[in-house]
């Protein structure tokens, strides 16, 4: 299995950005896929996460802001980040975890917010 991630890139505080994670093979549907963040000297944190069966989770810094979803035919998982701020800025991570495959890393995805 493989995470490739894409959509990254700079743009103005108040502006928006879609995330998107394309995973390889046949186990996506059966994951739970979330998105991590880590800014410069900082330490990885979540982001947000959504369930095999929908249920989503949000970090309170990105609540009201950003929308997980995903699409199990597309073997995609998406992140829409809308009213970006400066504090957004960090490299963006897609994760799988799937009780036979452990937890899976994909590259990540550079976003700044910046004017």
Same mark, same amino acid.
């Given at each position: 299995? *493989?995470? #490739? ?6 743009? *103005?505080?108040?502006?928006? &950005?879609? &995330? ?17 963040? #880590?800014?410069?000297? $900082? #330490? ?19 609540? %009201? ?8 035919? $597309?073997?995609? &998982?998406?992140? *829409? ?24 890393? %994909? #590259?990540?995805? *550079? ?5």
């Amino acid at each position: 299995v *493989q995470l #490739q991630a894409s959509g990254g890139g700079l743009v *103005q505080p108040g502006g928006s &950005l879609r &995330l998107s994670c394309a995973a390889s093979g046949n186990i996506f549907r059966l994951a739970t896929m979330a998105w991590y963040r #880590q800014a410069p000297g $900082k #330490q990885r944190e979540l982001v947000a996460s959504i369930t095999n069966d929908y249920s989503t989770n949000y970090a309170d810094s990105v609540k %009201g802001r950003f929308t997980i979803s995903r699409d199990n035919i $597309k073997n995609t &998982l998406y992140l *829409q980040m809308d009213n970006l701020k400066p504090e957004d800025t960090a490299d963006y991570y897609c994760n799988l975890v799937h009780g036979g495959y452990g937890s899976l890393w %994909g #590259q990540g995805t *550079q976003v700044t917010v910046s004017s």
